[in-house]
């Protein structure tokens, strides 16, 4: 058509102008912008690094067990026993340690939701002390998890003796009824109100 098309003054195609369009020189960030960027993703539980909301993992099995044995641990619930004379005593069922600890906890960070994850399964040793003699046992917790521990449910639990035949017939029934009591006045029901108590907290943790 007799135009000229040479590097420098050649027409522009509508393609061309529109990658031009795209390609302008975009604003830097400013100091305080930046800043408040940083803060949002740290309350949304991010690092500051992790600007894309990535997916991002913090262990917290170390605290979570630590935290647990010390919620846990040292719980006492009475229990009324019968001594040699025939005598109904009110003595106290003491947890003594957790034992078998297994599991993990974490926090992830991910699409910009914060999600906290544990997992885990022990044994509650307990103890009774009373008329000279020891009993002792475990309540076992076989799932501790997020799944598990929602709102007001109760953690199952199974109930272990190590030498039930130091307690005698009726004070077995005794020493049962209060280990599974789901109530405040149970083991079962203080170590439930225990676990809720430490993912009440963990929840609340960044």
Not at 95 to 123: E, M, P, Q, W, Y
Not at 173 to 182: F, N, P, Q, T
Request: aromatic letters at 8%.
């Amino acid at each position: 058509d007799g135009r000229k098309t040479t590097f420098f003054n050649r027409e522009l195609s509508e393609e061309d102008k529109a990658l031009l369009k795209d390609n302008k020189p975009k604003q830097v960030q400013t100091t305080e912008e930046i800043a408040e960027q940083e803060r949002r993703l740290r309350e949304g539980g991010a690092s500051a690094w992790n600007q894309g909301g990535t997916f991002e993992e913090k262990t917290m099995t170390e605290w979570a067990r630590k935290r647990l044995k010390e919620l846990l641990v040292g719980t006492q619930v009475s229990v009324p026993v019968q001594d040699s004379d025939g005598d109904v005593l009110s003595d106290d069922i003491t947890v003594t340690d957790l034992t078998d600890l297994d599991g993990d906890a974490s926090i992830t960070f991910t699409r910009g939701k914060r999600r906290h994850i544990f997992d885990f399964n022990f044994n509650a040793s307990w103890k009774l002390d009373f008329d000279g003699k020891t009993i002792t046992g475990s309540l076992f917790f076989p799932d501790v998890s997020g799944d598990v521990v929602q709102d007001d449910e109760l953690v199952e639990t199974e109930l272990r003796w190590s030498n039930r035949d130091k307690a005698g017939p009726g004070n077995e029934d005794r020493i049962k009824s209060v280990l599974m009591d789901c109530s405040e006045k149970g083991l079962h029901g203080a170590l439930n109100r225990a676990i809720h108590a430490f993912a009440a907290e963990f929840r609340e943790m960044n």
